[in-house]
DNA sequence: CTAATTGAATGCTGTACACTTTTCATTTGT
DNA sequence: ACAAATGAAAAGTGTACAGCATTCAATTAG
């Protein structure tokens, strides 16, 4: 071990009495925490060759994804992780991994929010709702919507989609042959979708949840 | 730089004129490739920690496969993991990220056994056949199934399954309440599932590919 | 006064490397 | 002759760390 001494100041490693030269400590300097490309902190993990394009892909579409509601200051959320990976039976007694098995029927179950809202948790993320233009769906500002990006986005169904780089939830319409975001409230516009646009749905909204 | 000088002979870093001790330089001697966990070698990456659960859980039902495919020596393939990683469109033009956008009626599309035989590349991977339980289902000793780890074992489909811990393909059925793995083959008796059996269902054998 | 420049601080990133695990020819023991 | 013990070789594994990127107060210029 090897030790070194300093006076016990408030400023150990620099004598804040540096006369002529810019900088030297101070508060608030250096990069911020979370300023990678997701948005939060990062760790090495070992994975196998054959699986990293997979996990490669994951990790585009989060950074993607990141990139979009930063730009768009939208609030997007992912379900807790510490709790989902608590809850997936992993092999273990008549289930396998994240995929319920027939013999189900035989397990007893207790009903939990996360289980009756929530299908795939590897799968699902929350978007808080900004604006007006859904209240006919029931989508007021700042409820929680629960979506799933596993579900194929068909006719009828609500969606989160990224329309050239903004965030936006709309109902999935077909009229004439073109694709329309239709909005649920007379006063906002539906939105037709051009050739030359770029629309990108993230998933299919199974839920609101809203606060009296 | 610095050189360290050999006479060139055969084993440069060990004179094999050493006398009593054991050991030194051996043909063979050494771990074997591919002797991790997985079966194959890892690479170090970084996961935002929200992503780390799911990572996880991937890793984990990778090697819990792997073990089981060595202690039964079964074949047991993934898709070639280059290929489908070029083919996955990420947020390029009209297709988001592996989910198919309604868009897609504008582009146009040219046939591709891949395409034709995986939807889900991420959930699919390919087993081989043996013994001839299921000739009645055109399942031969040594075809390739194609399985769907992302499709629901309903009853009446063609199941891969791991019945304690050993690999067997059957066709899911229920008989009086009990669930019961059924050959297809009059030579080979049906499997029933007793309570405490431990009955994981990898995924759902959606074609054969069968070499004449 | 305002805007541009500077450089220290600090978090992020890829990968090198120390350590562990596995393997097997040789040695040693019976 | 056979079996157990040994230790070097080679691959696997986690993580420390050097270098990179980003931020912002102090400084300098206009």
Redesign the interface.
């Known amino acids: 071990m090897l030790y070194t001494f300093h006076l016990l100041t408030e400023n150990p490693p620099m004598p804040d009495d540096s006369p002529s030269k810019r900088g030297g400590f101070r508060a608030g300097a250096g990069r911020k925490k979370g300023s990678?490309a997701?948005?939060?902190?990062?760790?090495?993990?070992?994975?196998?060759?054959?699986?990293?394009?997979?996990?490669?892909?994951?990790?585009?579409?989060?950074k993607?994804q990141f990139e979009t509601v930063k730009s768009c200051s939208a609030d997007v959320l992912?379900p807790a992780?510490?709790l989902?990976?608590v809850k997936?039976p992993?092999?273990i007694?008549?289930?396998?991994?994240?995929?319920?098995?027939?013999?189900d029927d035989?397990i007893e179950k207790t009903l939990d929010l996360n289980d009756l809202l929530i299908k795939k948790p590897?799968a699902t993320f929350f978007v808080r709702a900004e604006g007006e233009s859904m209240l006919g769906a029931g989508i007021h500002p700042n409820d929680i919507l629960i979506v799933d990006?596993?579900l194929?986005?068909?006719?009828g169904k609500i969606v989160i989609?990224a329309l050239n780089g903004e965030l936006t939830v709309k109902r999935?319409k077909?009229l004439g042959g073109e694709?329309v975001l239709a909005a649920e409230n007379p006063v906002y516009p539906d939105i037709h979708?051009r050739?030359n646009s770029?629309?990108?749905?993230?998933?299919v909204v199974t839920n609101v949840i809203h606060a009296v």
Do not use: Q
Request: with cysteine; glycine share 6%; proline share 9%.
């Open positions: 990678s997701y948005g939060e902190t990062t760790r090495a993990i070992r994975v196998p060759e054959s699986l990293i394009p997979e996990v490669t892909t994951m990790l585009a579409i989060r993607r992912v992780p510490r989902n990976a997936i992993l092999f007694g008549k289930v396998a991994a994240g995929f319920p098995s027939p013999a035989y590897a990006r596993s194929k986005p068909v006719l989609c999935l077909k694709i979708i050739e770029e629309l990108v749905i993230w998933g």
